[in-house]
């Protein structure tokens, strides 16, 4: 029994590192979390670099990074000096952390990239109005396009979620 939870929780551990990978973050960003979310016990550095065999620098710079990210929460245990870590369970508040501290900067770069792309080709003089000019301005369009679709997406996920919380909170649920 014992052997089969331990390799229920390496499977999981894993195939959230590779989503991880996938999804454009650190393939041990997954595993962290996977790996704090089937522990019943927060975990310090040394202890989650020990059990995903890493090194703690490596463990130090992505916990602070999914801190921030509001994938796992840090605390303090009386009378230790090091600092612990758990997974965040509302899966609703880490996408939320993810859209508003790491995807939504990511999008706004692009975005502002295209937008400017768009500004200079519209500056072009008569002469460099190519069907090459008039072929970049048609597909930067179209990604704009995209773009604006995409982040009325996330701000419609935001909405939704900041709407679910309401709601419970009226109804006294509190978070769920």
């Not at 670099?49 to 890493?54: F, G, H, K, M, T």
Request: aromatic letters at 10%; zero cysteines; glycine letters at 8%.
């Amino acid at each position: 029994m014992e052997d089969e939870l331990l390799k229920i929780k390496e499977d999981i551990i894993q195939g959230l590192g590779r989503f991880s990978a996938f999804a454009g973050f650190n393939k041990i960003t997954g595993q962290i979390y996977g790996l704090l979310y089937l522990n019943r016990e927060p975990l310090a550095l040394g202890q989650i670099a020990e059990q995903l065999d890493v090194s703690k620098g490596n463990v130090s710079l992505n916990v602070r990074i999914m801190e921030r990210w509001g994938l796992i929460r840090r605390f303090n245990k009386r009378g230790d000096r090091r600092d612990y870590y758990e997974a965040e369970t509302d899966f609703w508040k880490v996408i939320r952390g993810i859209l508003t501290e790491r995807d939504k900067k990511e999008v706004e770069y692009t975005m502002d990239s295209v937008t400017d792309s768009l500004a200079a080709i519209g500056k072009l003089d008569a002469a460099a109005q190519t069907d090459e000019a008039v072929f970049y301005k048609e597909r930067l369009e179209h990604m704009q396009e995209f773009g604006d679709t995409i982040a009325e997406m996330s701000r419609a996920f935001l909405a939704l979620d900041n709407f679910r919380v309401s709601s419970l909170s009226r109804l006294g649920l509190g978070r769920v």
